[in-house]
């Protein structure tokens, strides 16, 4: 598991500079990026479109692709959206496809990277779990009251929902409900009340989530509502599954 990272954003040349084209296969370095080593085999990330000027899907893989025949993430217009992905790597490289409808279209692409992969023994090891909520910020589970913009907050993962001492790192679902405003939710080991990374993107009265792989703080994990001064968003976590040296 790796603290979130951005290694990819077009619209400020990390990783890539300027929009990505339509049935135009870009690809940017991935290993000695974000703390991905040289042996690394895949990793595990959150890929977001925004900008996007018409709807379509991202294609992410080891290998370029013009004309992908699988798709990564689905969008409409005008929605800044994300989803977790486990990937192979190519040459330490990964490679985006922009896939719209028409010729002419263009879109900004980012991806964290959150941990890694390799073919050696020395990294964790995953075991699933039924998933269970353990965070509730609605009812009180884990954290009660809604979350405000801009402001970190922690609870337990260790010790809830079969999650048992030792383990370093944490699979689980993200959810938001009750936004008063678009924005985005981080999750992450560190408490970040300005995170530069992100894991759900979502706009006013939908109820969204996103899957994640997510290393631990000390037996815990931190999220961030971003948005607006003066909103606030109900958010929900249920662990599936953690890794354990």
Known sequence: PLTPTRILDSRNGTGLSGAFGSHSARTFGVTGHGGVPSN?????????????????????GPSAANNPTSSTLNFPRGDDRANAVTVALG????SVTYVAPTAGPTTHVIFDVTGYFTPDTSGASYVP????????????????GPFG????RTFGVIGHGGVPTGATAATGNLTVTGQT???????GPNAANNPTSSTLNFPVGDDRANAVTVALGAG?????YVAVPGATAQVIFDVTGYFVP
């Open 91 to 94: 040459a330490g490289t990964l």
């Open 220 to 224: 815990t994990l931190s999220v961030t």
């Open 129 to 144: 779990l039924t998933p269970t909520r353990i965070l509730d910020s609605r009812n009180g589970t884990g954290l009660s």
């Open 149 to 152: 913009s801009h402001s970190a």
């Open 40 to 60: 690394a085999t895949a990793v595990t990330g959150n890929l977001t479109v925004t900008g996007q000027t018409s709807l379509g899907y991202l294609y992410i």
């Open 181 to 187: 405003s678009l924005g985005y939710l981080y999750i």
